[in-house]
T-cell receptor
Framework: SQQGEEDPQALSIQEGENATMNCSYK?????LQWYRQNSGRGLVHLIL?????REKHSGRLRVTLDTSKKSSSLLITASRAADTASYFC??????????FGPGTRLSVLP | DTGVSQDPRHKITKRGQNVTFRCDPI?????LYWYRQTLGQGPEFLTY????????KSRLLSDRFSAERPKGSFSTLEIQRTEQGDSAMYLC??????????????FGPGTRLLVL
């Protein structure tokens, strides 16, 4: 089965710095998504990248996908304290078989 | 607020009792997912519906767990004879089959279950 694994498990940075998180998966996918979760809340969808795309941008977010290495990265530029949250990647095929990794806990210090 | 609602938001029960959770997805979404999440971990897939059909169940879903989506709209997740290990956040998500957004899930706020 697919397995999303985020790296690092925890990341602490200063406000204004960039944060990079990585994700790996094991089997072929149609797309990969990144989600954010604030403590004790539901997950919020951030961005979806399809298997035929290599890079996608949304505001301060930049996602890359390397299907040959079965990996993805999420870059948050100019981080803010409000970006403090856990970030998860989820891989899927045809809207099914979602597999989430354990997440990266990001702390942005003011 | 994603438009997905879950009820109740919190549930405390004694071991051995049955509990039922409800999820109301975004109305035009034909896909509905249930996940379980424990502290410090990512969501674990439990089951998935397309309309009223339950198409996939995780091996994590023991015979004490049952889910229904009788009319292809709201869904219920029941846990019978609860155990302390069932304590977790239960998350519901919905999505569509439409190609441009297929793969995006919209999550509800979750139901936090504590089994004493």
């Amino acid at each position: 089965s697919q397995q999303g694994e985020e790296d690092p498990q925890a990341l602490s940075i200063q406000e204004g710095e960039n944060a990079t998180m990585n994700c790996s998966y094991k089997t072929s996918i149609n797309n990969l998504q990144w989600y954010r979760q604030n403590s004790g809340r539901g997950l919020v969808h951030l961005i979806l990248i399809r298997s035929n795309e290599r890079e996608k941008h949304s505001g301060r977010l930049r996602v890359t996908l390397d299907t040959s290495k079965k990996s993805s990265s999420l870059l948050i530029t100019a981080s803010r304290a409000a970006d403090t949250a856990s970030y998860f990647c989820a891989s899927s095929r045809y809207g099914q078989n979602f597999v989430f990794g354990p997440g990266t806990r990001l702390s942005v210090l003011p | 607020d994603t438009g997905v609602s879950q009820d109740p938001r919190h549930k405390i029960t004694k071991r051995g009792q049955n509990v039922t959770f409800r999820c109301d997805p975004i109305s035009e979404h034909n896909r509905l997912y249930w996940y379980r999440q424990t502290l410090g971990q990512g969501p674990e897939f439990l089951t998935y519906f397309q309309n009223e059909a339950q198409l996939e169940k995780s091996r994590l879903l023991s015979d004490r767990f049952s889910a229904e989506r009788p009319k292809g709209s709201f869904s219920t997740l029941e846990i019978q004879r609860t155990e302390q290990g069932d304590s977790a956040m239960y998350l519901c998500a919905s999505g569509t089959q439409d190609s441009p957004t297929s793969g995006t899930q919209y999550f509800g706020p979750g139901t936090r279950l504590l089994v004493l």
